[in-house]
């Protein structure tokens, strides 16, 4: 993992084509602003996570209707 410090208003640049700018800091909570061409989904990690779980679930389902039918 890389651990940067950056101020409000800095920004840093990920593959030539992502922008992560800090927006505000207040408190223990920053606002970050990310720019991303439209074809980069962009999740926070919480909502990801419950994607994969739910994908997970749907894969298993098929795999057992494929076992039943099989």
């Given at each position: 993992m890389l651990a940067l410090s950056r101020k409000k208003?800095?920004?840093?640049?990920?593959?030539?084509?992502?922008?992560?700018?800090?927006?505000?800091?207040?408190?223990d909570q920053v606002k970050l602003g990310i720019s991303a061409p439209k074809e980069v989904p962009i999740y926070r990690k919480e909502v990801y996570l419950q994607i994969q779980d739910a994908n997970k679930e749907a894969t298993e389902g098929?795999?057992?209707?494929?076992?039943?039918f099989g």
């Open positions: 208003g800095e920004a840093l640049i990920i593959n030539n084509n992502i922008e992560i700018t800090v927006l505000e800091i207040k408190g098929v795999e057992a209707l494929r076992n039943l």
